[in-house]
């Protein structure tokens, strides 16, 4: 069958860096997309990797190992406003995409 | 209208009606794709369509219906509501229903409640 694996909730300080990882199991793999979900409101697009490696945007990176069936999405000078859910997604060999449970980052200050 | 809508924003269904939630899209997008979202399961298939006409069925159809008559318009029934089918709806749309860098842009969601 096909899994997404992350973990349920992290808790993180402002100010600080947090990795939130993926781990996948899917029928075929055409990249990973990592999507922001503030509560009560639409999931929204952050990072796409297909090949291994990072990709940087802003205070945004995203991993990726295909040989590992791994990504981490790192989060840098985290602000209060990162408090959202992080959803990654395998898009599999018919091109669905396949999503995880979500990880529910909390930041104190 | 910028985007995806859906509606209603959210309802209230006695079990055994039926019910059709709305979706639309100015993008002219070709695939579109309905999920229902439950707490600690993350987002799951529904129903999808490649392009106006066409419709497939995803991981978890039974109980729903769609139709694609037109490129914009994707609506979802439920023929006779039950209580395991409360959840949050999300449409989403994509320019094609293929490749990679194919990111889904989702509408604002439908809060159902079945009693």
């Known amino acids: 069958g096909q899994n997404i694996d992350q973990p349920t909730e992290m808790t993180a300080t402002e100010g600080a860096i947090v990795q939130i990882n993926c781990t996948y199991q899917?029928?075929?793999?055409?990249?990973l997309f990592w999507y922001q979900q503030h509560a009560g409101e639409a999931p929204t697009f952050l990072s796409y990797?297909?090949l291994d490696g990072l990709e940087e945007k802003g205070r945004f990176s995203s991993f990726l190992s295909r040989s590992k069936g791994y990504s981490y999405l790192l989060l840098k000078e985290l602000q209060m406003k990162d408090s959202a859910s992080y959803l990654c997604?395998?898009?599999?060999?018919?091109?669905?995409?396949?999503w995880g449970a979500g990880t529910k980052l909390i930041i104190k200050p | 209208i910028a985007g995806i809508t859906q509606a209603p924003t959210s309802q209230i269904l006695a079990a055994g009606r039926r019910m059709t939630l709305r979706c639309t899209q100015d993008?002219?997008?070709?695939?579109m794709y309905w999920y229902r979202q439950d707490l600690g399961l993350g987002l799951r298939l529904i129903h999808y369509?490649?392009?106006?006409?066409?419709?497939g069925k995803g991981e978890v159809p039974d109980g729903y219906s769609v139709s694609r008559a037109n490129t914009d318009d994707f609506p979802l029934t439920l023929a006779s509501a039950v209580p395991s089918q409360t959840s949050v709806y999300f449409c989403?749309?994509?320019?094609?229903?293929?490749?990679?860098?194919?990111?889904?842009?989702f509408g604002p969601g439908t809060r159902l409640t079945v009693l």
């Open positions: 997604g395998v898009m599999d060999s018919n091109y669905q995409l396949i």
């Open positions: 990797n297909v």
């Open positions: 899917t029928s075929g793999f055409n990249g």
């Open positions: 369509s490649n392009t106006a006409g066409t419709t």
């Open positions: 993008m002219r997008h070709n695939a």
């Open positions: 989403a749309s994509t320019p094609r229903a293929s490749g990679g860098h194919n990111e889904q842009f």
